[in-house]
């Protein structure tokens, strides 16, 4: 099946084969749209991945991918305002952290919708935007940090761990509008998760707290990130 296509590809001398070829192998369709939006949808979808490559079979989205897109974003006057779609599970807190970080600080308009759901770093993502949104549906589970394999038990192993807490609070608290003793108290609950302290917020539970802005999905996004680039020109 590849030779027939890359034969096609071959063939087709205004890239057309080509184009259909890619789409097929990376995305799974026949043909995308030909279409030059100024407007740039970055996913962040399955698990952040950070300095550890996970395995194969994960669905993981890398940082290392993502910052240079961020930076292109920015720089690239053809955009003009960047749509952030999240369906998360999580992963390396300090790579998430810093995704996050590089979005809040474009200077273009930015507006992020959770799908799915937005869980643990995916957090501080789904709020690094100028406005976010989230679909009825989606599920956002806010915990402490936690880390896998071996931890060594001191003083400083817990001092460095409530640093960390810190960070991801902070940001959190610096770009939504819930209020931090509410957030410590949604992330400190026990009783709702069976086998962590926590809360899982779906949907308007999430705006009513005052983490997410809105309810919506890919039309209000949209409406709401041209509005913001028309007002910025």
């Known amino acids: 099946m590849r030779d027939k296509i890359n034969d096609i590809s071959v063939k087709d001398e205004d890239n057309t084969g080509e184009n259909q070829a890619t789409d097929i192998n990376q995305f799974g369709v026949s043909n995308m749209p030909n279409f030059q939006s100024d407007i740039y949808c970055l996913p962040i979808i399955g698990q952040i991945e950070g300095h550890i490559i996970l395995p194969p079979q994960n669905k993981t989205t890398k940082y290392e991918h993502v910052i240079p897109q961020i930076v292109g974003i920015d720089d690239n006057p053809n955009i003009k305002g960047l749509l952030v779609i999240l369906n998360t599970v999580g992963g390396d ?3 998430g952290l810093a995704i996050a970080e ?22 501080p993502l789904a709020v690094s935007t100028n406005y976010s949104f989230i679909v009825p549906s989606a599920s956002m589970t806010i915990h402490p940090i936690r880390m896998n394999g071996l931890i060594v038990g001191v003083p400083q192993t817990f001092e460095y761990f409530n640093k960390m807490q ?3 609070v902070d940001f959190v608290i610096r770009n939504s509008g819930i209020e931090k003793e509410e957030f410590l108290r949604l992330m400190l609950k026990t009783g709702e998760l069976a086998t962590d302290v926590g809360t899982i917020l779906i949907g308007r539970d999430a705006v009513e707290c005052k983490l997410i802005d809105e309810v919506g999905g ?4 949209l409406k709401k990130l041209r509005d913001m680039i028309n007002q910025n020109s």
């Not at 200077?107 to 957090?123: A, D, E, Y």
């Open 93 to 95: 807190v300090e790579a």
């Open 102 to 123: 590089m979005i809040s600080s474009i200077s273009k308009p930015t507006v992020s919708l959770v799908v799915g759901g937005g869980h643990s770093i995916g957090v």
């Open 166 to 168: 810190d960070r991801v």
């Open 218 to 221: 890919v039309s209000q996004a």
